[in-house]
């Protein structure tokens, strides 16, 4: 059974620095079409942060342009999300989520605090 994992996450200052990465756990033989970062803030619902196709093309939230960055590696099934100059209000549980041919799974999360 396909899994998704991430890893990365935890506590940084404001104006600090993270790098999230997330990959399917075990030999994956299904096409991935896009991959994508999501984050969820205490009582608030969870909102899009980047997503990317597998062609390259990316969109994010208004709130992180400029200051995030979402990578993929096709050849490794990797996504990556380089975080810098970090604020409070990017605290929350970041979900990555990989639309596979037969559907899209979520991570379990990984926890982001930015201290100010």
């Known amino acids: 059974q396909v899994r998704v994992v991430e890893s990365g996450g935890g506590l940084v200052q404001a104006g600090g620095s993270l790098r999230l990465s997330c990959a399917p756990s075990?030999?994956?033989?299904?096409?991935?079409?896009?991959m994508g970062w999501y984050r969820q803030a205490p009582g608030k619902q969870r909102e899009l942060v980047a997503t990317?196709?597998?062609?390259?093309?990316?969109n994010s939230a208004d709130s992180v342009k400029g200051r995030f960055t979402i990578s993929r590696d096709n050849a490794k099934n990797t996504v990556n999300l380089q975080m810098n100059s970090l604020k409070p209000e990017d605290t929350g549980v970041y979900y990555c989520?990989?639309?596979?041919?037969?559907?899209?799974?979520w991570g379990q999360g990984t926890q982001v605090t930015v201290s100010s």
């Open positions: 075990g030999s994956v033989f299904y096409i991935i079409n896009d």
């Open positions: 989520k990989i639309d596979f041919v037969f559907g899209a799974l």
């Open positions: 990317i196709t597998r062609g390259g093309s990316t």
